[in-house]
């Protein structure tokens, strides 16, 4: 299955010409722009000509435009620039403005760098969000009555969470209107090659561009500063770009940087803009196929045709990105900078869409050079997730549930903020209990019951919820039913031909699934000696907790015989062929959620079966596992992490040969080894 690429607002991939055209440059075209023999003056006149397209392309007119690292460069030297003749005319008694304005939805780069130019040089300005609407478009009336007041104004052409397009015809008319002195900086890194612009023709005095958003390569840039506009150097050395930006110039960078211009240039090479409304509309309606309920947060109208926000209810930005990274559909959540984070995104914070959508949402973009062929295979992906979700039956309830496998015997977990629920399920019977309930997983216990049609015969605590019965009641209310059924100390509940046995441990309920698995709540494994001496559990009985501290389950034996972990085993993705070969009877254990082993259509591997067991079912497994602790299991996941927690823990449980795959299916997938082969 390859790749498909769906994040490029972050970055793109490299223009096949605009490799060659670097690659030319630096095998051939290597001279130093600055030196004065004829490979120099080759370089330059290469130099000078992507220079003399870009200010076409770009309508620079008498401006100026320099080659740089990027757009943080770019925003670095406009800023300075502003803000030392700020400094300036303020020593030389003149009144400029207090405020330091910038849109709610910039990149971090603006607000960051205005704060820190700011300091450093002793302005003390006020640095200051003008707020944008619930379309992201800057609210106009705010800005007419800051401008008078405003330094410097920082606004960007579009969004590159939303693909938002801003009104800068507005913004110009209005600080024509008020004859507003302030600088003006337009970030115009999502906007190249998407919009036209034609900047000498504005009242724009500054605006950074970046190479890698448009199929040139990272680490080059441009900034177009209006005839007129103060300047003022970020880097100071050998007089290069005619002495506004020192330094050897990157000519690889500026070569493939040119390659693209002359693409844009061409117009044969980029799809045109109807083409690009039209991909957009596949994408929408596969979407919407694949997960009914989705919410996109962005005016199509309004927003470039390349970028879709969205956000699907019951469903993290987490889950959703694991979900099509695992049908090698990459895309992201919010901005790739606090992607890492999990943060709510603060661009549709700053749109006042609501919470749960701010934190749930996902990016999908793509660039001019898309096709068809690629617009169709994303599509049929998208609704092969979307199927993958409802298999696993962990929808939210908006869904239509659709079991593919049926209902499963199954001890499952469920985590939110370091908190575990336990969900036992008996496929005979259809019926399921609900062990210790945190309101946050209420809607997904729900999805899943209802989904798997199970009959939920009990809701039960290992101590007084801190909730005070919130949890409860909301699942009871979700699942419309009025009342369950409960276990009374030192009773018993029938769980198909299971039994479910309610008993006292101090001041805490301990609830035992035969000698097999005990839910213990908060209480230490040390403190169930007493259950163990009147043989209610065994050394071996899985231990099943109400916190998450990442290590799933353990047992009274690893507490009380103080197992020692077996070391790290971990394998690279490049060994893992030659391990398979020569252990025929590894287990290869896929430990992703199910609705990802779904989506990546995968089941052997170098003729080995791949066994799904997500993380959330490991708990009901590993006494199975345990019992052959010498036949070695492989774990792995998306990135490592699920993997490595699912070895450790069958480590602790005294499994001598718990295998992990180093770095997960990404490393797989890099080493070319895919653990999955397209079904
Ligand atoms: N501005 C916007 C709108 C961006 O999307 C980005 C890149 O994420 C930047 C600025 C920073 O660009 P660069 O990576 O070239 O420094």
Same mark, same amino acid.
């Given at each position: 299955?390859k ?10 991939c490299?223009?096949?010409?605009a490799?060659a ?13 600055s ?6 003056l ?27 690292s990027g ?23 003149k ?8 849109g ?11 704060a ?22 800057h ?8 401008i ?5 104004l ?24 008020r ?14 090659g ?5 900047l ?17 390569p990272?680490?080059?840039?441009m ?10 150097p ?11 930006r #020192? !330094?050897?110039?990157?000519? @690889?960078?500026? *070569?493939?940087?040119?390659? $693209? &211009?002359? +693409? ?20 929408v ?5 694949a ?17 879709l ?12 990105l ?6 090698r559909?990459?895309?992201? #959540? !919010?901005?790739?900078c606090? @992607?890492?984070? *999990?943060?709510?995104?603060? $661009? &549709?914070? +700053? ?12 990016r999908?973009?793509?660039g ?9 295979a ?19 309830s908006?869904?239509?549930?659709s ?12 985590s ?17 209990? $609900? ?21 939920l015969?009990a809701?039960v605590?290992?101590?007084a919820?801190?909730?005070?019965g ?14 369950v ?5 030192d ?10 046995r309610r ?35 065994t ?7 109400a ?11 690893t ?40 989506a ?6 170098e ?10 079912r ?6 199975a ?36 795959l ?11 080894h895919?653990?999955a082969?397209?079904?």
């Amino acid at each position: 299955m390859k790749e498909i690429y769906l994040d490029s607002n972050a970055t793109t991939c490299v223009l096949p010409a605009a490799v060659a055209a670097a690659r030319q440059a630096m095998e051939q075209g290597y001279g130093n722009p600055s030196s004065t023999h004829a490979t120099g003056l080759q370089a330059k006149a290469m130099m000078d000509g992507v220079r003399q397209r870009a200010s076409g392309l770009l309508g620079v007119g008498d401006g100026r435009l320099m080659f740089n690292s990027g757009a943080t460069e770019g925003i670095q030297t406009a800023v300075l620039s502003a803000l030392c003749a700020l400094r300036e005319r303020r020593d030389a008694g003149k009144r400029i403005g207090s405020l330091l304005l910038y849109g709610a939805t910039e990149h971090k780069a603006v607000p960051e760098s205005l704060a820190h130019w700011n300091r450093l040089l002793g302005l003390n300005l006020e640095v200051r969000k003008l707020p944008v609407d619930a379309h992201g478009r800057h609210d106009l009336q705010a800005l007419d009555a800051l401008i008078g007041d405003t330094a410097m104004l920082c606004t960007m052409a579009a969004n590159n969470e939303t693909g938002v397009i801003s009104d800068l015809s507005a913004i110009a008319q209005l600080l024509q209107e008020r004859g507003a002195d302030a600088y003006w900086m337009v970030d115009c890194v999502q906007a190249l090659g998407k919009l036209k612009l034609n900047l000498a023709a504005t009242r724009i005095d500054y605006a950074p561009f970046s190479g890698h958003k448009l199929y040139a390569p990272k680490g080059i840039g441009m900034l177009y500063v209006r005839a007129g506009a103060p300047f003022t150097p970020l880097m100071m050395g050998g007089g290069q770009e005619a002495g506004l930006r #020192s !330094g050897t110039e990157n000519m @690889a960078g500026i *070569a493939a940087l040119g390659a $693209v &211009l002359v +693409a844009l240039d061409d117009g044969k090479t980029f799809r045109s803009h109807a083409e690009l409304v039209a991909f957009r509309a596949q994408l929408v309606s596969s979407l919407e196929r694949a997960f009914p309920g989705i919410v996109f947060n962005m005016p199509f109208d309004l927003s470039l045709p390349t970028t879709l926000n969205f956000s699907v209810p019951g469903l993290s930005s987490k889950e959703l990105l694991d979900l099509f990274d695992a049908a090698r559909v990459r895309v992201s #959540s !919010g901005s790739a900078c606090s @992607a890492a984070k *999990a943060l709510p995104s603060y $661009v &549709l914070e +700053a749109m006042h869409v609501p919470q749960w959508r701010a934190s749930s949402a996902i990016r999908l973009s793509f660039g001019p050079l898309i096709d068809a062929a690629t617009i169709a295979a994303a599509c049929a992906r998208i609704e092969r997730c979307g199927e993958a979700l409802r298999s696993s039956c962990l929808l939210p309830s908006a869904l239509a549930p659709s079991p593919l496998d049926g209902a499963q015997d199954g001890v499952i977990q469920l985590s939110v903020d370091g908190q575990c629920t336990w969900l036992l399920s008996d496929a005979a019977s259809a019926s399921c209990v $609900v062990i210790d309930p945190v309101a946050a997983l209420v809607p997904r216990l729900a999805a899943f019951i209802r989904c798997q049609h199970l009959a939920l015969r009990a809701i039960v605590h290992t101590t007084a919820p801190a909730d005070h019965g919130v949890a409860r009641l909301a699942l009871l209310q979700e699942l419309v039913i009025e009342q369950v059924g409960h276990v009374d100390i030192d009773g018993e509940l029938a769980l198909g031909q299971q039994r479910l046995r309610r008993v006292e441990c101090g001041e805490n309920h301990v609830y035992l699934l035969g000698q097999r698995f005990a839910f213990i709540g908060t209480l230490a494994p040390e403190a169930l000696t007493p259950l163990l001496d009147a043989a209610l559990l065994t050394p071996g009985t899985v231990l099943c907790g109400a916190r998450d501290d990442g290590s799933i389950c353990c047992t009274v034996r690893t507490a009380q015989e103080g197992i020692v972990p077996a070391a790290d085993l971990q394998l690279d993705a490049a060994s893992l062929p030659a391990f398979l070969r020569q252990h025929p009877d590894a287990i290869l254990v896929d430990v992703r959620e199910a609705y990802e082993h779904a989506a990546c259509a995968g089941t052997v591997f170098e003729g080995c079966a791949v066994h799904s067991v997500p993380l959330s079912r490991l708990a009901g497994q590993v006494a199975a596992w345990l019992q052959q602790p010498q036949c070695p299991l492989v774990f792995f996941c998306r990135s490592g992490n699920r993997s490595a927690r699912a070895s450790a823990c069958l480590r602790r449980l005294g499994h001598a040969a718990a295998w992990q795959l180093n770095g997960g299916m990404a490393m797989a997938e890099a080493t070319r080894h895919p653990l999955a082969i397209a079904a």
